[in-house]
């Protein structure tokens, strides 16, 4: 009678195929499509912020008169002021049109609310600012209008 022996299987081997496997595959995703899905989703909040200011402005400018109370600013101007940037910067990161710029802008937003209106919130105020953060270090990416504009001057026209 002959016994069967199984064979060992090697689990940290394993681990280590699998581990090699996802990291191979996740360093072949193009980094543009990083980009862009993080303009996306970070330029979706700024907007509905904004559209929910201008949804109903009296509600704003009462919510920064008394619980935003950014200091130093007049409520009304403080309120245009975030308005205007929500709504500017979130259209410049869709497009990736001078994203550099846009997240700089939105990062000074998000650093606002974080120090004067809602320090609680810092772990949402972590994530806002890391996509921020991706988008001002490596830029728009391939998808995007600054993309386009930066082949155009590279070729002379």
């Known amino acids: 009678m002959t016994t069967m022996r199984a064979t060992p ?4 081997r394993t681990i280590y195929r699998l581990h090699h496997t996802v990291v191979e595959w996740a360093t ?4 543009s499509i990083v980009q862009l899905a993080s303009r996306v989703a970070i330029a979706e909040v700024f907007w509905q912020s904004a ?4 949804a109903s402005w009296p509600v704003t ?6 619980e935003y109370r950014v200091p130093l600013l007049d409520p009304e101007l403080a309120a245009v ?10 259209a410049m990161l869709a497009l990736g049109l001078l994203a550099r710029l846009a997240s700089l802008m939105l990062l000074g937003v998000v650093a606002t609310i974080q120090i004067f209106v809602y320090p609680d ?22 998808i995007s209008v600054d993309h386009l504009v930066a082949r155009r001057i ?3 026209g």
């Open 9 to 12: 299987i090697s689990i940290p």
């Open 28 to 31: 072949a995703l193009p980094l």
């Open 51 to 54: 559209q929910t200011k201008l």
């Open 61 to 66: 400018l009462q919510l920064f008169a008394f």
């Open 81 to 90: 002021m975030a308005t205007t940037a929500e709504l500017s910067g979130a």
């Open 121 to 142: 919130h810092w772990v949402e105020h972590l994530m806002w600012t890391s996509l921020l953060l991706l988008i001002l270090s490596r830029g728009a990416g391939v």
């Open 154 to 156: 590279r070729a002379g």
